[in-house]
Structures are given as C-alpha cells and as structure tokens.
C-alpha cells in the first residue's frame, strides 16, 4: 500500500523546493523532519521582536536571475548587502578584501599603490603550483594579508593547518581594487523580509509534514509508504556508514539577548586572531534593520564533529571525496530513492545552488 507519491526525508531547502514543485503538480507529499522544525538550516526564529538565524548567518544572493524571481514568489527581499568586518588583535578592517582593507593595512590611498605593495608580497612567496591553502592564499594575496586575515580564521574554522587544507577553499573570497565592501560579487542580495520560515511554511502548505520523526527509526515502514522516496539527509547515513563516515565541521552557536540596542554595529564580525576562541560574533538584527530596545547575538564556534552532532560543512578534502564517490556508486543504483541537498550530495551548496540543483532534478522527474 503506497499511501504517498512520494515520501521527502528532510524539511530543508532541497526537500521543501520538491515538495511545493510536487504537489503543485497534484503529487502527494509526506516530509519527515527529525528536529521540532521545519527549514534545515535556514530556520529563522522570533525572539524579541528579532528574526534569529538559528543555525548561522544566512544571506542569499545569486547571479540567476530566474533563481532570484523563483525565492522571491515567496517573500518580498529587503536590500542588505553583506559587508563583513574583521577583527585582528585591535585592528579593524574591512572584508572581503578591497581598497579599504588595503589602505588601512598598509596607510595608502590608490589602487596602484595598493597593487605595488601586494605584488611585491606575492612575488616574495609565489609557489609554481600550489599544493594547499596556505600557498594559495599568499600567491592570492601576499604574507601580510595571510597572516592578519586568513591564518587565524581559517584553521581555527577547519581545524587544521592551512598547509593541510586544499586550496579552493580560499577561492571563494574577492579581492577588489575598488572601495567595494559588497562580500559577495552576485547580481542578487538579500534576506527574506519576516525571515526564512514562512518561505518554507509556503512551499510545505500542500504537503503531509511529521516533525520529531527520524526516517531511520523506521526505515522500512517510511519507505514502503512511498512510491519513491527524496533523501536528503546524510548519504553515508542511508547506507549504515558500511564504508565508514563521512567527516563533517561542525559549529556551535552560543546565542544571548543583551540589554542594548546595538551591540557591534554590523550583522558580521569575524575574529580572525586564532587565540580568539569563536571565528565570528552574528547581531540579528542588523540584517533586517530590525527595531528593538534588545540585541541578540550568536557567537560561533568552530567545532569537530563526532557522529551524532550536527552536520555542518562537509569537508571536501581528497579522503572524503573518495569516501563519498563510493556511497555515490550505490547511489546510483537506486531505482525509486534520490538523494539531494547538502547532505545527500555531500557538497557544499549555498541556498541559490540548493533551489537550482532541486528544480533541475524536479523538471527530470516529472518530464
Ligand atoms: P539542510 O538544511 O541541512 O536540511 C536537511 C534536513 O534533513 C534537516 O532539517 C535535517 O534535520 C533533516 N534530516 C536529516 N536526517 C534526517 C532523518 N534521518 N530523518 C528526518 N529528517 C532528517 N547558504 C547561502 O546561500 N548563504 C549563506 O549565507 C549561508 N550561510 C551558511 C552558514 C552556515 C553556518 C551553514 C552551515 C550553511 C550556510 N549556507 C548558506 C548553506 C545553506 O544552509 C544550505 O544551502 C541549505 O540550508 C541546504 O539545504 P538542504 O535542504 O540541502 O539541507
Ligand atoms: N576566510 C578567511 N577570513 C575571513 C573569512 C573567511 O580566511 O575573515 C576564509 C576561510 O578559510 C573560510 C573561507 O574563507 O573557510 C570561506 O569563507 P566564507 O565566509 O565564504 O564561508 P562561510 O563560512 O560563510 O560559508
């Protein structure tokens, strides 16, 4: 007896895309969700009049025009730009890295003196092919940029050494001669208005939703409730771990609401002084310009992940992206279980890559 077209372990982004692109074709949906919530990782919450992003700071931006008119068919945007500030012993500076982290870190004012001085520091440590990130980032952007802006926050947010670390980790951060604070290089930026659970409510409205339920607490039951079933939970996790887990970083986030009105000045500000034990301090309410006589801020620590804690960052290192391609073979194989998401695909997706990655498997499964 299949009670459902389709049964969706995971009321995350991927699994609630599917479920709202489901249904609105007249498929029927049952989410299971293990934690009290819908949303994944994008949950926001409510506290004093303040949207909290419980599990991190979360801003979507994307270059796809069709990505950003599909999100914004469930929330009106507002317009903030993320421009974070880092910390470095007293030092403050501007990210990601442009004029004005240049022209504070080495009292200049022009592009080309800029240039000079960070061309002089590449061509001091420049490595023919770099190995790891610690190589990387100085050819990127010389020593002193490394040691006061990189270093620090990176082993701290990894664990490792850079000399341990692969290198495209540190692709992902701009370099700009422009006074540029923008964080991000994409076209689309913003926060939904209101936060992002009610974008999650709509896309689930048609659906069955279970929440405290854990697929694997019965496993066999939830699966022959289904025609097919979306995974999208951790692969590794579907098949028992038989080859052993996946490793993931973890984060642990220490949230409190302070009696002031403004407590740092910016939704974000990384400490990227290893000695300082959290890698960034989160103010709510500066993402939405929320009113409020309070403050709430998260604290994030970095933190290594054991089975049974929550899975963060996938760690895409060489170790583990053979560890996945073999979960993947087995994947493959399946006829009616498709995995998606962070978690199922064992990649790092921002939100735009998650609702581009579910529409694409939708418009396969229903062609
Ligand atoms: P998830 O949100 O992880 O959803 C998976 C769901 O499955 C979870 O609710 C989980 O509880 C559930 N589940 C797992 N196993 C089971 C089971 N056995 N039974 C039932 N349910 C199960 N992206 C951006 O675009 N911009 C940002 O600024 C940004 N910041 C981030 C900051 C942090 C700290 C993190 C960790 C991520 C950030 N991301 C950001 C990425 C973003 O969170 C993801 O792209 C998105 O949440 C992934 O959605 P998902 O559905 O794949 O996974
Ligand atoms: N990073 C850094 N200093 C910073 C911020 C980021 O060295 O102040 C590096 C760090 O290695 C991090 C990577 O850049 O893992 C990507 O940072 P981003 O903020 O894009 O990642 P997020 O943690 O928000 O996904």
Request: charged content about 30%; some cysteine; overall charge neutral.
């Amino acid at each position: 007896m299949k009670k459902y077209d389709y049964v969706i372990v995971g009321s995350g982004l991927y699994g609630a895309i599917s479920a709202y692109e489901l249904t609105k074709r007249g498929y029927t949906c049952l989410v299971l969700e293990k934690r009290n919530h819908i949303g994944g990782n994008i949950y926001t919450e409510k506290l004093e009049g303040i949207n909290v992003h419980k599990y991190g700071a979360h801003i979507f931006h994307t270059s796809d025009k069709e990505l950003w008119d599909y999100i914004n068919q469930f929330a009106e945007f507002n317009n903030y730009i993320n421009s974070p500030i880092a910390i470095y012993k007293d030092e403050l500076y501007n990210l990601p890295f442009n004029m004005n982290t240049f022209s504070k870190l080495f009292n200049i004012k022009t592009p080309q003196e800029a240039k000079d001085i960070i061309e002089k520091e590449k061509k001091e440590s420049y490595v023919e092919n770099p190995k790891n990130l610690e190589e990387q980032a100085k050819n990127l952007v010389g020593q002193t940029i490394y040691e006061k802006l990189i270093k620090g926050y990176t082993e701290k947010q990894w664990g490792k050494k850079c000399e341990e670390l692969p290198s495209f980790i540190i692709k992902r951060l701009p370099v700009r001669f422009t006074y540029d604070n923008n964080y991000f290089n994409d076209r689309y930026q913003g926060i939904p208005i209101g936060g992002y659970t009610p974008i999650i409510e709509k896309m689930l409205e048609k659906s069955d939703v279970l929440l405290n339920t854990d697929f694997f607490e019965n496993k066999e039951k939830y699966l022959s409730m289904g025609k097919k079933i979306i995974y999208t939970g951790p692969i590794d996790a579907y098949y028992d771990y038989c080859f052993g887990p996946l490793e993931y970083r973890s984060v642990r986030f220490e949230t409190e609401v302070l009696n002031m009105e403004n407590y740092q000045g910016n939704a974000v500000v990384n400490y990227t002084d290893y000695n300082v034990p959290y890698t960034r301090i989160i103010e709510h309410k500066h993402f939405e310009y929320a009113v409020s006589p309070k403050t709430i801020i998260s604290k994030e620590y970095s933190s290594k992940w054991k089975l049974g804690d929550e899975p963060y960052y996938p760690v895409n290192d060489e170790k583990n992206s053979d560890l996945y391609q073999k979960y993947q073979e087995l994947a493959s194989k399946e006829t009616n279980v498709h995995f998606g998401g962070r978690l199922g695909q064992y990649k790092y997706l921002d939100m735009h890559n998650v609702i581009r990655s579910a529409l694409d498997f939708i418009k396969k499964e229903v062609e």
